[in-house]
């Protein structure tokens, strides 16, 4: 059964400091991982996708990181700030089949002044 | 372009009673989703079209929810009748096509309360 799992659940940080996020990920077989963020009341809006060849990809201050071989994604946010408060919900997606991706339950990210 | 359209933004019901929310995907997005989202969990898929043809519906709890995608653009959903448990919010999106490329893009949901 394709999963996916993310870590920590939830998240407090200050302003200004970094952290990670992990996914973990059975997905096969595997076409690409995609990082979305929700902020509240909100639908999710895609931050970067990762695929089979991609081990690191920045977009402004999240990158994101993949490793195939171990079914491991992990989305870094540098010098965070309070507008990055919000849900980060990992996605994959399977190669062929009926192309329906598994979403993980997010990672809840709140970053105080 | 204008993003994906839901309505209503938010619904409150009485359980057993019917309601239908409404979704206005991105033109040419052959692709339209719903998903289910409760209060700090992921999306779920309850049906999946491509064009107007059911693509996935396996989750869809068909002895109460309804989903129509007419003539391929918008699409519905109801609830007849509804639950305490379906308090949720209802997610539509849509995406170019249905392979892996492709992202999606989320409407901003419409939360229903059942009381």
């Known amino acids: 059964k394709n999963q996916v799992e993310q870590s920590p659940q939830s998240l407090i940080i200050l302003e200004g400091k970094n952290c990670t996020l992990q996914?973990?990920?059975?997905?096969?077989?595997?076409?690409?991982l995609r990082w979305y963020k929700q902020d509240t009341g909100r639908g999710p809006v895609s931050l970067t996708i990762?695929?089979?060849?991609?081990n690191t990809k920045s977009n402004g201050r999240y990158t994101a990181t993949l490793d195939a071989d171990t079914k491991q994604s992990s989305l870094h946010i540098t010098a965070s700030q309070l507008s990055d408060s919000a849900s980060y919900i990992c996605?994959?997606?399977?190669?062929?089949?009926?192309?329906?991706?598994?979403f993980g339950r997010g990672t809840s990210l709140i970053v105080h002044p | 372009e204008a993003g994906v359209a839901q309505s209503p933004r938010y619904k409150i019901i009485e359980k057993r009673q019917s309601v239908a929310f409404w979704c206005n995907p991105i033109?040419?997005?052959?692709?339209l989703y719903w998903y289910q989202q409760i209060l700090g969990q992921g999306p779920k898929l309850l049906i999946q079209?491509?064009?107007?043809?059911?693509?996935?519906d396996s989750q869809l709890p068909k002895d109460r929810f309804s989903a129509e995608r007419l003539k391929g653009v918008d699409s519905t959903l109801k609830i007849q009748p509804a639950k305490l448990e379906d308090s949720a919010v209802y997610l539509c999106?849509?995406?170019?096509?249905?392979?892996?490329?492709?992202?999606?893009?989320f409407g901003n949901g419409t939360r229903l309360t059942v009381t």
């Open positions: 990762m695929t089979f060849s991609e």
């Open positions: 996914c973990n990920y059975t997905v096969s077989p595997f076409s690409n």
């Open positions: 999106a849509s995406s170019l096509d249905r392979q892996e490329g492709f992202p999606l893009h």
């Open positions: 033109s040419g997005h052959a692709t």
């Open positions: 996605v994959v997606n399977p190669a062929g089949g009926s192309y329906i991706p598994t």
């Open positions: 079209f491509q064009n107007n043809g059911v693509v996935d």
